[in-house]
């Protein structure tokens, strides 16, 4: 089946700790894109990638670090830096953001909670 | 500030009766338009999309109305059912292939039975 998978459903840390986590996709899509998802504010872009070996910034990117060294999967890094990093993180990918791929497929997410 | 506005964060119909979900957007560049649907602790899945050079896109018991003049689009849900009770994202985008979707915040749908 293709689709894109996160792992873990649900991850704990202490504060202070990096923590990463994962994102595939065999959809062979070549856009990826990070976002995180808190009460009442909706999805913010964290990080995108449009290829492998590149990626861009989001809105959010502060305290967060990423890398897209295979198509196929795009880990995001939240580091200590991260001031509030307890929340539900998804992953998505879309065709390509040049090939009019606009529709984005998201994974199931991951939830973090940091005490 | 916000390019793609959900104003209303909560929204309650009757089972059987008409939902329509409201967005409005400020960038004149976005041409693309999507809505999303999203369970609690899952990931959204894609609805339905309109581009600018249409007025209407229908699918099933999904309508989406774009109004450029007014930068405003809507989602109808007809006839609304339990199982569409979810959190709806509109998103948009511009045809220039360099931007991301950017969401809004959200509507929080329920249906009642």
């Known amino acids: 089946d293709g689709g894109i998978t996160q792992s873990p459903k649900y991850l704990f840390r202490k504060e202070g700790q990096n923590v990463t986590l994962s994102c595939e996709q065999n959809?062979?899509?070549?856009?990826m894109y990070w976002y995180r998802q808190d009460p009442g504010q909706g999805l913010r872009l964290i990080y995108y990638?449009?290829?492998?070996?590149?990626?861009q910034k989001g809105d959010i990117a502060e305290g967060y670090s990423v890398s897209r060294e295979k198509k196929e999967s795009f880990p995001l890094t939240v580091t200590s830096a991260q001031k509030n990093p307890t929340a539900f993180y998804l992953c998505a990918s879309s065709v390509g953001i040049w090939d009019r791929g606009y529709e984005q497929y998201f994974g199931p997410g991951t939830r973090l909670t940091v005490t | 500030d916000q390019q793609v506005k959900q104003n209303s964060p909560s929204l309650s119909v009757q089972e059987g009766r008409i939902s329509i979900l409201n967005c409005d957007y400020t960038?004149?560049?976005?041409?693309?338009f999507l809505w999303y649907k999203k369970y609690p602790a899952e990931g959204p899945t894609f609805l339905i999309s309109?581009?600018?050079?249409?007025d209407k896109n229908e699918d099933g018991r999904f309508t989406v109305f774009l109004n450029k003049s007014a930068k405003h689009l809507s989602l109808h849900i007809v006839p609304s059912q339990p199982g569409d009770s979810a959190v709806y994202f509109c998103a948009a985008t511009d045809y220039s292939g360099n931007t991301p979707l950017v969401f809004g915040k959200g509507t929080r749908l329920s249906v009642i039975a």
């Open positions: 960038n004149s560049m976005f041409d693309y």
């Open positions: 959809l062979n899509h070549d856009a």
């Open positions: 990638s449009q290829i492998v070996n590149d990626f």
């Open positions: 309109i581009s600018s050079i249409k």
